[in-house]
């Protein structure tokens, strides 16, 4: 089994910031493509942004350039730091990790039970 757990949500003021973290754990052999997920109320779950093992990166156009993620392989870890948020970034965030959990084995993806940040005045 293998288990995601983020932190870091809360409550932040509009053109603020904050760090989400989501450390992996569990029967793990490699993790592939790392990411992070959001889901407002009434909307689907959007992934905004990706970062490979080997740290090639990936965003949603709704963040580029205020959101920066970043891993540290050693820790099976994930960060995403979000800068310059809105209102409009309010929702539950997700971490997501594609492991292998045997060497050679098929490679599935994981989600976490999710954090919330709300942006508000």
């Known amino acids: 089994q293998v288990q995601l757990v983020e932190s870091g949500g809360g409550l932040v003021q509009p053109g603020g910031s904050l760090r989400l973290s989501c450390a992996a754990s569990?029967?793990?052999?490699?993790?592939?493509?790392m990411g992070w997920g959001r889901q407002a109320p009434g909307k689907q779950r959007e992934l905004v942004a990706a970062i490979t093992s080997g740290g090639s990166t990936n965003y949603a156009d709704s963040v580029k350039g205020r959101f920066t993620i970043s891993r540290d392989n050693a820790k099976n870890t994930v960060y995403l730091q979000m800068s310059s948020l809105s209102p409009e970034d309010t929702a539950v965030y997700y971490c997501n990790a594609v492991v292998r959990v045997v060497q050679g084995g098929v490679a599935y993806e994981y989600w976490g039970q999710g954090t919330q940040v709300t942006v508000s005045s």
């Open positions: 569990g029967s793990i052999f490699s993790i592939n493509a």
